[in-house]
């Protein structure tokens, strides 16, 4: 077999720290993939085909939730997320510009290239289940008490809060222990990053989304409830307070 079986030419975009591969939906900064939910990529690649352009929030949502009529506060909720991984703003970088009344805009310079990689004939086959969890980290120090305390108590209830001041590893924890019950629920747990939000009223919209709910009224916390009250009703949260 000819090496070149194994090489697979693809269109990458490069733009700052990154690299955008949307045949394979993989984004990359400094060479190590970043992890970004899928809604939030489907708005990178659509923002980046069409880089210095205007796209307009319908173009968008009708993209990214094809046959399916959801409120703009769902698209608000990932470009907020999609910024927030980017590190939009962050040292005078500028990646997804806001055009009030229309749309948005990729205003970073984007290098078009071909790039070829290598690839095994058989790849590690990640579940759709850990796609909805940051990766968990390999070694942590001073936590497995806390983990196994707290695991056994979301086996029994419906809710529980980490609380405790910034900094302590209050994220780190959490994320441990949704990989560690991902099995017992079934593959029910989602990790909601909720930092991204300067605005209190898209939280609910935020949550339905990661659940796969799509809000169609007026006020998202009723229907959340509602959803969570039927069908959502085996789900199991955690809530990271920082």
Known sequence: MDDSDNLRTNDVSSFG?????????????????LQLGGRALDILITLVERAGEVVTRKELI??????????????????????????????????????PGRGYCFVAPVIRSASQRSFPAVRPVV?????????R????????????ALSAQLMTRRFVSIVGPGGMGK???????????IDAF??????????SLTD?????????????????????????????????SSLCSIIVST
């Open 17 to 33: 720290p990154f690299r955008l591969f949307a045949a394979e939906r993989l984004l990359e900064k400094a060479d190590k993939p």
């Open 62 to 99: 009708s993209r990214v939730w094809p046959d399916v009529i959801v409120e703009e506060a769902n698209l608000r909720v990932h470009v907020a997320g999609l910024r927030k991984a980017l590190g939009d703003g962050r040292d005078g970088a500028r990646y997804v510009a806001n055009v």
């Open 186 to 195: 079934e593959g029910a747990v989602f990790f909601i990053d909720l930092g």
């Open 127 to 135: 579940t759709d289940r850990l796609r909805k969890l940051p990766a």
């Open 137 to 148: 980290l390999m070694r942590m120090i001073g936590r497995d008490d806390t983990v196994r």
């Open 171 to 181: 994220t780190t924890v959490a994320v441990s222990i949704a990989h560690a019950l």
């Open 200 to 232: 209190p009223g898209l939280v609910p919209t935020a949550v339905a989304s990661a659940l796969g709910f799509m809000v169609q009224a007026q006020d998202p916390f009723l229907s959340l409830l509602a959803f969570l009250a039927t069908g959502g």
